[in-house]
């Protein structure tokens, strides 16, 4: 893909700046781009253009598509509601009341689809395409369709030449992040920390905020993917989605086993749950490391606890229900961290 070629190629020579100041060189350019180009083409109300690339534009290239997607059809089905109006207009009903009510229900269903955000504002261009003075309703829906196309287009690739954004590193960043922060509240179960509630309630929201972000990192490097020409990425659609999946379940697994090794009645040194909690942290910190690049993985002090925990299976005594309990969240854990590690030493970030 020769886009993706020219995009290495920029990025090889621009000067470093702050995040804002190179984002705000983004949008400049992208704004002066769009409306020369919508001269260029001989459209009117070049400002249209203009105004997509402000709403659409983002640092990088998932982004901008994602906004972009959105504005489309947004944009689309505005046009759509706005001819519909025209038509039922035209066969005699009020234009007043018409306008109004086409515009009030696609902003009352833009709260709940996010989608359909610019959908009232085309509507209303279309339903009062008089004041585009020489073009008709039909005409008018056109042309808002072609500036927006426009707009998008420069929006997405000004994004995609200079973006300094990549969506994967951070993701594999902000899962190392995650990871190790998990590791570190698991070796505060052996009961020597003290924990207060608003302290772990504090916890759990930053990490379900990370969850979260985590995400939206990862649909953006999907995006991305096919426009970069990431190989491995390309061959599996969600590539980096699923690990992102895989960072909420191993979220859940630790989280399980946290409350109950807590529950454990004895913590101290050399105790089996200290044993575990001091594995599976093990486990975690060297998926971490994974993640950032600075070691490899390491699954065989929580491969060997796993399996012992499940040889107590067999066993009816009381002394081996905790042992049992332990089992089923240990190997599901060990499973989602194998598949983590799986689609790490596919390294999709590598491009061709």
Not at 269 to 292: F, K, N, R, T
Not at 317 to 334: E, F, I, Q
């Amino acid at each position: 893909m020769r886009l993706a070629f020219w995009a290495r190629k920029v990025r090889s020579w621009r000067p470093r700046m702050s995040a804002n100041r190179h984002h705000g060189w983004q949008l400049a350019t992208a704004v002066v781009m769009a409306y020369f180009a919508s001269v260029l083409a001989g459209l009117p109300e070049h400002f249209w253009a203009v105004m997509s690339v402000l709403i659409v534009m983002r640092p990088s290239a998932g982004g901008a598509l994602d906004a972009g997607w959105e504005r489309v059809c947004g944009t689309m089905a505005g046009v759509l509601c706005g001819l519909l109006g025209v038509y039922v207009e035209h066969i005699g009903a009020n234009v007043l009341l018409t306008t109004l009510a086409i515009v009030a229900a696609l902003a009352f269903a833009s709260a709940a689809t996010p989608a359909l955000r610019s959908a009232a504002v085309a509507a209303l261009i279309i339903l009062s395409a008089s004041q585009l003075a020489g073009h008709s309703a039909l005409q008018t829906a056109f042309l808002r369709v072609s500036q927006i196309a426009i707009g998008v287009g420069v929006a997405l690739a000004v994004a995609l030449l200079s973006s300094t954004y990549d969506a994967p590193r951070r993701l594999h960043a902000g899962c190392a992040s995650l990871l190790r922060a998990m590791a570190l509240r698991l070796r505060q179960a052996d009961g020597k920390v003290k924990t207060t509630d608003s302290e772990a309630e504090q916890a759990a929201a930053s990490a379900r905020h990370a969850l979260g972000r985590l995400t939206m990192l990862a649909r953006g490097a999907d995006r991305e993917a096919p426009l970069l020409r990431r190989a491995q990425a390309l061959r599996e659609p969600r590539h980096y989605s699923r690990i992102a999946g895989l960072m909420q379940r191993v979220f859940q697994d630790v989280a399980v086993l946290r409350r109950m090794l807590l529950a454990a009645p004895a913590r101290q040194d050399g105790s089996p749950a200290c044993e575990v909690a001091q594995a599976v942290a093990l486990a975690l910190d060297s998926v971490a490391d994974c993640m950032a690049g600075t070691g490899q993985a390491d699954l065989s002090a929580l491969r060997r606890i796993a399996a012992g925990h499940e040889s107590h299976l067999a066993d009816a005594g009381a002394s081996c229900r905790r042992a049992v309990l332990l089992a089923a969240p240990l190997h599901m854990l060990l499973e989602d961290l194998q598949r983590i590690c799986f689609y790490l030493r596919k390294k999709p970030h590598e491009q061709s």
